[in-house]
């Protein structure tokens, strides 16, 4: 039987965090021998915000080198660049034409990063759910595995895609978000209130996936908790809360045992092994990490191979748009 296919996309927007892989990298890891699949570092995505180009540059290919350090595999994954395979950015357009602006005013993504970024907001931004939409329904996609905020984003395509194939006849899939029971938001460690981010502006909030040992320690001793001294999973209490779960996540322990564990131990106790066993997580990753971006060209040889064979299925899926609008 043909294996369904996977979609998901990573933006270059700043170092990888414990965030992005408990939320989605790992999870595509571990789903991928099932599926076809294709991930994808959204570069044009990340242009809706200003960047630095070199410092851009440099990310890109980091985002990529962590997701082969991660676990992504060839043989059952296409890793490539977003702006590698012009159909993301035509296919963005052609349904750009279809969309009513209504739908994107909805956005909670863009009233959040609008409010930050005020008359300075850029199209882009406003329209970044269509180019997502694009490079979902590119690929026949049945699943978008993603962390909690994209869900809104993952509907919205399935709409567009509705929209289209009631016009149109039936062109797209119509794609599922799959989003993790626990780790779909993992929350900043000094204000647990908001979810881990790679904005510079909050370094000490994210933990990044090729932080130093050092580093990791000194980001979890300074974790926001609360003076209630009792360690117990507990939604309303923000901090002990990610603290615990981002440790149920990386042990795969069952939250009782979790608290059995703690009993009677300190904040302290519960945030130094939290960190070695963090450290111990990213450890092999980084080790990986370096092995691949060490040899000249060998992640650009990848890259330069997952986009081709992405493009050879994205042409055909924009040619056949094409053909439906009437444009070929
Ligand atoms: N905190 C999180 N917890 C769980 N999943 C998360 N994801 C992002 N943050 C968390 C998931 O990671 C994938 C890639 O998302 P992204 O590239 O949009 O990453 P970002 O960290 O949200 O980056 P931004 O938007 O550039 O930065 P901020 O947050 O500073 O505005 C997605 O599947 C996402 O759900």
Partial sequence: MDKKRVFSGIQASGN???????????????????????????DLHTVTVPQDPSVLRTNIREVAGLLFA?????????VFIQSHVRAHSELAWLLNCITPMGWLHRMTQFKEKSEQQK????????????????DILLYDTHLVPVG???????ELCRDIAQRFNYRYGDVFVLPDAYIPPIGGRVMGLVNPEKKMSKSEEKRDDSIFLLDTPDQIRSKVKKATTD??????????RYGINNLLTVYQLLTGKEPAEIENHFTGKSYKDLKEQLAETVIETLQPL????RELTGEDGYLDDMLARGAERAEAHAENKLQQVYNKIGLR
């Fill in 286 to 289: 980084q080790e990986r990490y």
């Fill in 70 to 78: 991660a676990g992504i595999e060839e043989e059952d994954s296409v």
């Fill in 148 to 154: 909690e905020d994209q869900k809104q984003h993952v």
């Fill in 16 to 42: 990888l965090h414990l965030g992005n892989y408990l939320g989605a990298i790992r999870n595509w890891v571990k789903m991928q021998n099932q599926y076809h699949n294709y991930f994808c570092v959204v």
């Fill in 227 to 236: 003076s209630l001294r009792e360690i117990r999973f507990d939604e309303k």
């Fill in 119 to 134: 008359e300075e907001v850029s199209v882009g931004l406003f329209d970044y759910p269509v180019l997502q939409a694009a």
